[in-house]
Each structure stands twice: as C-alpha cells, then as structure tokens.
C-alpha cells in the first residue's frame, strides 16, 4: 500500500485512516469509496487503483476505525451503524469534507461509490443532500434511513443492482425508485439478470446464500460507472 497515503480524521470517537491514490500532481476530481462489511480491504484498494488509472483521486473510506476485523466483528460494527442511521450519515459527511480538503482533490467534482453495505452509505451521502456530484450502489442495501424525507437528493445517482439479491428483493428496488423520485433525484437503476449480491468479488461464492461473482455483471457494472462519473464530474456533456 505505498502508493497510498493515509487521510486520519476522527468522528465520535473514532479514529479513521482513508487511504487516497495518486500522489502526483492535482487536483483532480474525487471519488470517495465506501466499502462492503468487511471495511477497507484489497478489495476497494484495488477499485481505487483503476480509478486512478481513470484520472480520479480516490480515497477508499475508513467507516469502522478498524481494519483487519473478522467478519463477525465487522457486522457488529456495520449493525451498530445501520442501528443509527443519524450517526452514520454524520460520520459519512466527515469523511467527505476530510476527502474534499485534500490537495489532490479538486473539490467541486466529487462523487461518491460504495459496495454493499458501501452502497447503502452512498446512497445515504445523497439522502443527505450532500454536496456531491453523484453517487453510485454497487449491490447495496437499499433500506431507508427514516430520517431523511423530504430532503431534497441534488447528486445524480446510479444503482448497479443484481436481479436475484436476496438482500434487495424486486420490491426494494421499486421502493428505492419511488423514494428518489420522490425526492426530486436524477437516478437511474440497473438491474442484471440472473446475477445476485456480490457480484462485483472475485472471491463471492455462495450462491445458497444469494452471493456469487459475475464476471458479467463486474464487467457491465464498472461500464456503467465509467460512463456515469464522465457524466457527473463533467468529463464529458450531459446527454
């Protein structure tokens, strides 16, 4: 991870590392990552390295204040979070004014992507009204945070979804879509057949539970993104 340089700040009582690529000259226009359950790991790290060969800084998030935890430590510390959705939207504005006042960044075109639990934390960035350009679910939990509406969502955002995910059943989906109409949001939402949660790793295989990679889908979805943070971060016009 020497490619990476740490972003510390803290947040009701947490100490939180981000680790930001690239180094060289800026500011180029941020994304900030939220990871899955497990918190910061290869993963993301790898995410931000294609981002980086994009053009963007990105900045994989530290949401726990702890790396490294095993799985079931990373659900109570995920848990404690979705128990709370205030704090965690809190938590999750800190981290994006420590990521726009980096020098790397140019702080008027960020957005904002997350994977599983990552994605129910960009979509609550949005739910927020935060400041960002847009955000981006990849098979995120689509559960509302019941403090939000009638808050207006000004980010465009974008829900890369498997059809099969158990944990975002068609009646989520179609619930999502209402609740960011309703909230005046530019959205779109892609839906992949025959594909469930996860699908974005490599090392998902657990089909009987609703996790299983698809190459397809990874390969699609990151299409998408790419087309969809041009868009955003004004790489290209709008169409």
Known sequence: MTDF????SSHAGADLEGLL?????GPRPGVLIAPT????SDLELGFARRLADLGYTAMVADLYGKVGLPREQCRDAMNALLADRALLQERLLALL????????????????????????CALDLA???????GVASFHGLFTPPGNRDGTPIRAKVLALHGWDDPM???????????????AGADWQIHAYGKTMHGFT?????????????????????????????AEVLNEIEAT
Do not use: H, K
């Not at 340089?5 to 510390?8: D, S």
């Not at 420590?98 to 790397?104: D, H, L, T």
């Open 168 to 182: 975002a059943p068609p009646e989520a989906v179609e619930a999502l879509a209402a609740e960011l109409t309703a």
């Open 201 to 229: 790793n490599p090392n998902a295989n657990a089909p009987e539970s609703g996790l299983q990679y698809s190459a397809t889908a990874d390969r699609r979805s990151w299409s998408a993104l790419e087309n969809f943070l």
């Open 37 to 40: 359950i497990m918190g910061r």
């Open 127 to 133: 739910r927020t009204g935060a400041d960002v350009a």
């Open 97 to 120: 004014e420590a990521f726009r006042a980096q020098p790397e960044v140019d702080a008027g075109r960020i957005a904002a992507i997350g994977y599983c639990f990552g994605g129910l």
């Open 21 to 25: 690529l690239p180094l060289g000259p």
């Open 5 to 8: 340089r740490p972003v510390r």
